[in-house]
T-cell receptor, first 117, second 113 residues
């Protein structure tokens, strides 16, 4: 099956620093990648959708200047949390979809747990 | 936009019994309905999915049914095992709308040995 990796799996940082999370599709070309945020015992909340080579589309209420998304290639998307604060602590999960293949399955990465002190 | 509701929020069954989780959706244009299993500290894993052109799909102990008229779909797990314990999420999406996927709130399934 399709494999999506995320790096790092866990990060702890000081308030005010920026953190970059990478999402890679390992065995397929992902025309679209999605970034989700999940709080403890809650569902996945879509933050943004990114298509390779174009600007990401952000969900209402998600600050695009705070959560920078770059989808530079068909196998890599990055999410940068800028000037992180404790309220940004969460579980961030990416998913990838090969829409060009005709299917709309999303394959999820293992997630990145961000803790901002 | 799409709104997905999922019930129950928690479900506890005895090993060997069946488990059923139900979801409803609001957007009649949704045409793809996956189910994900999420274990603690991990990302969701696709376990089964169904498209709007079929009413039922089965894969070993797991089956999903879809009622387009009523806009609801269900996950059925038979002969449950302790390793089935996890949080299960249903989702709905429209492949013609940039694959925008909305998730249910999740069901925490506990299978008691």
């Amino acid at each position: 099956g399709a494999v999506v990796s995320q790096h790092p799996s866990r990060v702890i940082c000081k308030s005010g620093t920026s953190v970059k999370i990478e999402c890679r599709s390992l065995d397929f070309q992902a025309t679209t990648m999605f970034w989700y945020r999940q709080f403890p015992k809650q569902s996945l909340m879509l933050m943004a959708t990114s298509n390779e080579g174009s600007k990401a589309t952000y969900e209402q209420g998600v600050e695009k200047d705070k959560f920078l998304i770059n989808h530079a290639s068909l196998t890599l998307s990055t999410l940068t949390v800028t000037s992180a604060h404790p309220e940004d602590s969460s579980f961030y999960i990416c998913s990838a979809s090969a829409l060009a293949g005709g299917g709309n399955e999303q394959f999820f990465g293992p997630g990145t747990r961000l803790t901002v002190l | 936009g799409e709104n997905v509701e999922q019930h129950p929020s928690t479900l506890s069954v005895q090993e060997g019994d069946s488990a059923v989780i139900k979801c409803t959706y609001s957007d009649s244009a949704s045409n793809y309905f996956p189910w994900y299993k999420q274990e603690l500290g991990k990302g969701p894993q696709l376990i089964i999915d169904i498209r709007s052109n079929v009413g039922e799909k089965k894969d070993q102990r797991i089956a999903v049914t879809l009622n387009k008229t009523a806009k609801h779909f269900s996950l059925h797990i038979t002969e449950t095992q302790p390793e089935d314990s996890a949080v299960y999420f249903c989702a709905a999406s429209n492949q013609y709308n940039n694959n925008d996927m909305r998730f249910g709130a999740g069901t925490r399934l506990t299978v008691k040995p």
